[in-house]
């Protein structure tokens, strides 16, 4: 898996890419970083590094890109799940 989430799975010789995608990334997103223990405040800024998604406007899987049969599961639906239903 990679800093932006993305992931591939192999299956049969077939080959799966899943991106997690976060179109929240740069509007508005409240920062995260390190809590304080003393004052239980977030410190430091890690902004949209190592958040493990990408905005959609950042995705790899495209036709342009030779994708086919692209889902956009809705949040709550595991992607593995979902690759084993399809392949039975």
Do not use: Q
């Not at 030779?66 to 392949?87: A, H, M, Q, R, W």
């Amino acid at each position: 898996m990679s800093n932006t989430g993305r992931y591939y799975v192999k299956v049969d010789g077939r080959t799966f890419c899943v991106e997690p995608i976060d179109n929240t990334l740069g509007k508005g997103r409240k920062n995260w970083g390190d809590v304080n223990p003393s004052t239980k405040e977030v410190e430091g800024n890690y902004g949209n590094k190592y958040i493990g998604a990408i905005h959609e406007d950042d995705t790899l899987i495209t036709e342009e890109n030779g994708y086919k049969n692209i889902i956009n599961l809705e949040p709550g639906i595991s992607p593995n799940d979902y690759i084993n239903k399809l392949l039975k």
